[in-house]
């Protein structure tokens, strides 16, 4: 996902560039918001991902996929690269609570700086995008003590950030 040059509509790309937490700013908008988990287990990373990592061979890794929904609509598909050490650890009771909740509620993460990129084809039908959609999404590398994790957020068509 490479950052392009961000010519974008100043609501769009404060959305993208906020350092804030995605989950609470999403919570804010909406009296209905849910978190769907997808899926969390240990399996192999995408290249990209294996290439943000420091230390991607040296230990294993858990990859998490949720859905962030208000008014009962999918708004950001968020998949994240999690050590197996910490899930099974300091986040072994994560189960549907967001990912933001334990990152923003601890001072001692450190965020790395964003790529910012569109997508070509919807994160979770696999459908192409049409050439009038632009589907936008996010990546970074967050740091908390000896641990590395990524975090990648596509803001699906839905999402308040077109608005």
Known sequence: MPTPELNLRPQLREWLLNTGSLTERLQALTSHFSLELLGQ?????????????????????????VLLQGDHKDWVFARSIIPSALCNSKWANLGTQPLGQRIFNDPSF???GFEIGTLK???LSGKAFGTN??????????MIEQYELIVAE?????APCYE
Do not use: D, G
């Open 154 to 158: 596509a803001f699906l068509p839905n």
């Open 133 to 142: 959609e632009t589907c936008w999404a996010r990546r970074s590398k967050f």
């Open 121 to 123: 084809y919807h994160p």
């Open 110 to 112: 450190v965020r790395s």
């Open 41 to 65: 287990r240990e399996m192999p990373m995408a290249a990209s991902e294996k290439r943000l990592l420091l230390n991607n061979e040296q230990q294993l890794w858990q990859i998490r996929e």
